[in-house]
């Protein structure tokens, strides 16, 4: 038999959980914020609401069924600690290890779209987020479900559109890259033959080969000869 503290998985029916949800508030407010232990959220629990009073349990204002659960109009605070390990504690461990299962599909999901976009590796990450999302079936599950599978459909075409960015990028550099090469293979061509004609030109030596080698390596054009010739035919 679990004993009070020991975690629990039930979702067996609690005396607290006929309580309205502003006395589960109360609970976990004197609990988590201001640190009472249970024997003192007991002795609050008997005490009259309102009017500066400490009390959170509006007695008067429950069902007789309810009311028939509490005989000394406490909560006894072993139901307390009973449910706060049942109701909120197992809560919190289901929220970590849900988290924690979503997180790795996520990360499952971003690698695929990032690397290849496999469409194979995404239908998984989906149907496995679709699983954990609407594991209790309930309605509100369900929409949570839509608004993810939503959302990762967003991720996926705003990857896509980035892939396809980043390609154009990469064909623009290499474009880019290989006229800069071209660039300078053309200066160091400029600074060779204009050297060289400068040291005929001091020698007073140049000819008209160097003038038509100049034109070609430098400006690619034609040897003059060639141009006049051509014009000579037309």
Do not use: C
């Not at 959220?41 to 309810?66: C, H, N, Q, R, Y």
């Not at 028939?68 to 197992?90: A, C, G, K, T």
């Amino acid at each position: 038999m679990a004993k009070t503290g020991d975690a629990r998985k039930t979702k067996q029916p609690l005396k607290i959980d006929r309580l309205p949800i502003s006395v589960h508030e109360a609970i976990l407010h004197l609990r988590n914020v201001m640190g009472k232990t249970w024997q003192e959220i007991e002795e609050l629990s008997a005490e009259p609401v309102g009017d500066g009073k400490p009390g959170f349990v509006e007695w008067e204002k429950l069902e007789t069924p309810v009311l028939e659960l509490f005989p000394d109009m406490r909560i006894p605070h072993s139901n307390l600690h009973r449910w706060y390990d049942i109701r909120v504690d197992q809560v919190q461990r289901d929220v970590v290890a849900r988290s924690e299962q979503a997180r790795k599909i996520a990360e499952a999901f971003a690698t695929s779209v990032v690397k290849d976009g496999d469409q194979a590796v995404l239908n998984a990450a989906r149907d496995t987020f679709m699983s954990v999302l609407s594991e209790n079936g309930s309605v509100k599950g369900r929409e949570n479900a839509a608004k993810a599978l939503i959302v990762l459909g967003e991720v996926m075409q705003r990857a896509r559109a980035n892939d396809i960015r980043e390609r154009r990028v990469a064909v623009d550099e290499r474009k880019m890259a290989q006229m800069e090469k071209d660039a300078e293979l053309r200066r160091k061509r400029m600074d060779e033959e204009t050297a060289r004609a400068s040291k005929k030109a001091a020698k007073g030596v140049v000819t008209q080969e160097d003038i038509d080698r100049l034109r070609e390596r430098v400006f690619g054009l034609p040897p003059l000869a060639k141009v006049e010739a051509n014009a000579a035919h037309s």
